[in-house]
């Protein structure tokens, strides 16, 4: 079992759009439609923002959005604000042990 | 709102067994995975397992053998015993809601995290 890949690291300008990969296998990303996507400001707990691939919580903006292809799930973050500043990692479901799987985590930076 | 508070100590000797409970205030137990997830200082999140309102639990493999999760839905808390620590266990330790039904991995709810230092 192996985390989901993202990138290190993303940036964009305010109002600009930015797309954070997640990469994991047919086991887990491309096997269900159970990835999430959270931000973690510092020294908060994360915050779901995305579930079951492209559904948004209740109060999360519409400039977040997401969807999979294959096996790699992504995140957009339309019209960039200084506030989107933050961390961001993925999950997935993983039923080949029924277990739940984290990316890494992408820093995000508005320029 | 369902609200989650973890409690637990901050500093655990190495090769001990940390304990961690995490506390439900309102709403019910029932048809939710119940998870405890880490942050090592400076780095990413690690699921560390689940349990579901009936008592079924699931680990993460790297951690089976060390984890317990257990729950007592009359007390509406569920609990984390992990075993001979070391220094690389020391992490923000999250409890967290999924469900309901099916562990999505979509947590929905956090706990304000309890801080985790192993060491003599």
């Known amino acids: 079992q192996s985390a989901l890949t993202q990138p290190p690291s993303a940036s964009g300008s305010p109002g600009q759009s930015v797309t954070i990969s997640c990469t994991g296998t047919s086991s887990d990303v491309g096997g269900y439609d159970y990835v999430s996507w959270y931000q973690q400001h510092p020294g908060k707990a994360p915050q779901l923002i995305i579930y079951e691939v492209s559904k948004r919580p209740s109060g999360v903006p519409d400039r977040f959005s997401g969807s999979k292809s294959g096996n790699t799930a992504s995140l957009t973050v339309s019209g960039l604000q200084a506030e989107d500043e933050a961390d961001y990692y993925c999950s997935s479901y993983a039923g080949s042990d029924n277990s739940i799987l984290f990316g890494g985590g992408t820093k995000l930076t508005v320029l | 709102q369902v609200q989650l508070q973890g409690s637990g100590p901050g500093l655990v000797k190495p090769s001990e067994t940390l304990s961690l409970t995490c506390t439900v205030s309102?709403?019910?137990?029932?048809?939710?995975?119940w998870s405890w997830i880490r942050q090592p200082p400076g780095k990413g999140l690690e699921w560390i397992g689940y349990?579901?309102?009936?008592?079924?639990?699931s680990y993460n493999p790297s951690l089976k053998s060390r984890v317990t999760i257990s729950i007592d839905t009359s007390k509406k808390q569920f609990s984390l015993k992990l075993s001979s620590l070391t220094a690389a266990d020391t992490a923000l330790y999250y409890c967290a809601q999924d469900g309901p039904w099916v562990p999505r991995g979509a947590f929905d709810i956090w706990g304000q995290g309890t801080v985790v230092t192993v060491s003599s």
């Open positions: 309102s709403g019910s137990m029932t048809g939710y995975y």
């Open positions: 349990i579901y309102y009936s008592g079924d639990t």
